[in-house]
């Protein structure tokens, strides 16, 4: 299976579905249908979470080997450093190696419920650059993707800042960037001219999601600290209870965001797909790529 740096080496953009590990055997079902259908527009790969507080420590990896099986496309598995000590983030590593992994997301994870900030686990990191360095120092040849934060991730106190700690990553030997999901194109633009006057070399690419359901989505914005452009905002209540044009809406406004990121150069498009296919399908299928 093919690493990062390789597939960013393509001329045609890199296009990436980002997929959770569902829960229960009807929701394997929906996402082989997704799967099925997405692979029409040959994915360059496609990423699986990792859960949070360490909840799908194994899934993950089986879910990512099952991907590469059964449709012969790379995939990256996130990974974080919640509740797991140093040695046990390598075997992991190991194991993530021995399915024929080639990815890793590499992440610091969140706080896990109930608590308010981030703690390392006992003997454990602290930081996603330091998972970055002990990917390397294990695994060299394994390709890394880290998180990066357009509108500044939510816990940092500046945006300057929060750059520095992605140079941290990408000095630690991240290969590619890929960002938190935004809606305001601009967002993307200004932090991309940051990011270059900063000297990051590495690709940075945007991460976008389809907007399928407003209540989920504005929730989903709020947590992470997206702006929702006041707009679209109004136009969706006022289809509020009318799910086929909110997607409608959604897949329109993604649409024109995607061609815009891609007219501007952007080295590929990574989509949080939420394992549902109806609006990845409709945009990649309406995209100039
Ligand atoms: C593309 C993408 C995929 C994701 N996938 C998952 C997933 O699968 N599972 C999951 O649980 N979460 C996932 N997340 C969410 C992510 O875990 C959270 O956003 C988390 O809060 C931060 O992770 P990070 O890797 O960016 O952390 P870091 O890069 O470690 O940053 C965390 C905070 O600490 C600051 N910081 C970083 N390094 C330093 C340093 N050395 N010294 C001082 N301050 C520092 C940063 O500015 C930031 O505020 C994903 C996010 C993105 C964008």
Redesign the pocket.
């Given at each position: 299976m093919i690493p990062l740096p390789q597939l960013f080496q393509s001329s045609k953009p890199v296009i990436s579905i980002?997929i959770f590990p569902p829960k229960t055997p009807r929701g394997d079902e929906l996402l082989i249908e997704t799967l099925d259908t997405l692979r029409e527009h040959q994915p360059a790969f496609i990423s699986c979470?990792?859960?949070?507080g360490g909840s799908t420590r194994t899934r993950t990896i089986d879910l990512c080997q099952q991907i590469q099986e059964r449709y012969d496309i790379p995939t990256t598995a996130?990974f974080?450093c919640?509740g797991s000590s140093k040695e046990e983030l390598v075997d992991w590593l190991t194991a993530a190696s021995k399915a024929g992994i080639q990815n890793i997301?590499?992440?610091?994870?969140?706080a896990p419920k109930g608590e308010e900030t981030?703690k390392p686990a006992e003997g454990g990191l602290?930081?996603?650059?330091e998972l970055v360095s002990l990917i390397r120092e294990h695994h060299p040849e394994m390709g890394i993707?880290?998180?990066?934060?357009p509108e500044k991730?939510?816990?940092?106190l500046s945006a300057d800042?929060?750059l520095e700690?992605?140079k941290?990553?990408i000095d630690a030997g991240a290969d590619a960037a890929?960002?938190?999901l935004f809606f305001d194109n601009s967002r993307f633009f200004g932090f991309r001219e940051r990011y270059d006057a900063s000297g990051c070399k590495i690709p940075l690419v945007p991460?976008i999601m389809p907007i399928t359901e407003f209540a989920r989505i504005r929730r989903i914005s709020a947590m992470c600290g997206s702006d929702f452009p006041a707009g679209l905002a109004h136009k969706l209540e006022a289809v509020q209870d009318d799910a086929e044009a909110q997607l409608e809406i959604g897949v329109q406004h993604a649409v024109e965001q995607c061609q815009e990121l891609l007219d501007q150069g952007v080295p590929g498009i990574?989509f949080y797909a939420l394992n549902k296919s109806q609006a990845c399908q409709r945009i990649l299928s309406e995209l100039k790529l």
């Amino acid at each position: 299976m093919i690493p990062l740096p390789q597939l960013f080496q393509s001329s045609k953009p890199v296009i990436s579905i980002e997929i959770f590990p569902p829960k229960t055997p009807r929701g394997d079902e929906l996402l082989i249908e997704t799967l099925d259908t997405l692979r029409e527009h040959q994915p360059a790969f496609i990423s699986c979470t990792y859960g949070a507080g360490g909840s799908t420590r194994t899934r993950t990896i089986d879910l990512c080997q099952q991907i590469q099986e059964r449709y012969d496309i790379p995939t990256t598995a996130h990974f974080t450093c919640v509740g797991s000590s140093k040695e046990e983030l390598v075997d992991w590593l190991t194991a993530a190696s021995k399915a024929g992994i080639q990815n890793i997301m590499a992440l610091r994870g969140d706080a896990p419920k109930g608590e308010e900030t981030f703690k390392p686990a006992e003997g454990g990191l602290t930081y996603a650059n330091e998972l970055v360095s002990l990917i390397r120092e294990h695994h060299p040849e394994m390709g890394i993707g880290v998180a990066a934060y357009p509108e500044k991730h939510p816990e940092c106190l500046s945006a300057d800042l929060d750059l520095e700690n992605l140079k941290r990553k990408i000095d630690a030997g991240a290969d590619a960037a890929f960002t938190q999901l935004f809606f305001d194109n601009s967002r993307f633009f200004g932090f991309r001219e940051r990011y270059d006057a900063s000297g990051c070399k590495i690709p940075l690419v945007p991460g976008i999601m389809p907007i399928t359901e407003f209540a989920r989505i504005r929730r989903i914005s709020a947590m992470c600290g997206s702006d929702f452009p006041a707009g679209l905002a109004h136009k969706l209540e006022a289809v509020q209870d009318d799910a086929e044009a909110q997607l409608e809406i959604g897949v329109q406004h993604a649409v024109e965001q995607c061609q815009e990121l891609l007219d501007q150069g952007v080295p590929g498009i990574h989509f949080y797909a939420l394992n549902k296919s109806q609006a990845c399908q409709r945009i990649l299928s309406e995209l100039k790529l």
